[in-house]
Every structure is written in C-alpha cells, then in structure tokens.
C-alpha cells in the first residue's frame, strides 16, 4: 500500500518562503513520477510541478522560479521549495504518484492515482 505523508505548510506574508516535505513508503519500485498538486478554495486541483523518474521537471508557469522541486531518493521524500510567495499561492497543497509502470510524467492530476493527505499553505498580504 503506497502512502505519502506532507509536511511543512503554515502560514507566511506574502515574499516568504517555505518547504514542503512528502515522506513516500509503501512501493516497491523505484523513482517513479511525482508530483506536487494544489487546490485553492472553489478551484479546481492544478498542476504545480512534476519529476521524473530521469530528474527532468516540468513546472505551471504560475510558479516557474519560484518553486522548485527535489527529491532525496535515499530517504524516500520529495520536497517543494516555494520562495517569493504570494496570496494566490493560498491552497491546500498535495503530493502524488503513478501507479507502477506508467511510462509519463505529465502535469495532469489525472494520471496520480496515490495521493496525501495535503498540508495547507496560507500566504498573506
């Protein structure tokens, strides 16, 4: 049973930063696809940012450079880095996974069958 555990959220001004933290256990194979997912109040689930089983990323736009994404495969935990934030960052923020064997990693809740719990992040002006 594959489970994924965040961490990290909290409530910051606006032009802070904070780490998110997603401890992974329960698959037996290795590096798949992940992803960071958030779903604001009245919105629906968006695409943050995904990593490949290579390393390679794909980021929303909304967030390019100033998310990044990491892994420690060795510990098993994924980790967002959000710097400069801003009230639209407000939402409930998910990490997820593929199932074994999916051979993509797209920007697309769709295909990330396990999922969190989710950590909240408020971000003030």
């Known amino acids: 049973q594959v489970q994924l555990v965040e961490s990290g959220g909290g409530s910051v001004q606006a032009g802070g930063s904070l780490r998110l933290s997603c401890i992974a256990s329960?698959?037996?194979?290795?590096?798949?696809?992940m992803g960071w997912f958030r779903q604001a109040p009245g919105k629906e689930r968006e695409g943050v940012v995904v990593?490949?089983?290579?390393?390679?990323?794909k980021y929303a736009d909304s967030v390019k450079g100033r998310f990044t994404i990491s892994q420690d495969n060795a510990n098993n935990t994924l980790y967002l880095h959000m710097n400069s934030l801003k009230p639209e960052d407000t939402a409930i923020y998910y990490c997820?996974?593929?199932?074994?064997?999916?051979?993509?990693?797209?920007?697309?809740?769709?295909?990330?069958?396990?999922w969190g719990q989710g950590t909240q992040v408020t971000v003030s002006s």
């Open positions: 997820a996974t593929v199932r074994r064997g999916y051979p993509f990693c797209p920007l697309f809740s769709g295909v990330f069958i396990y």
């Open positions: 329960g698959y037996t194979y290795s590096s798949p696809c």
């Open positions: 990593i490949d089983s290579d390393g390679s990323t």
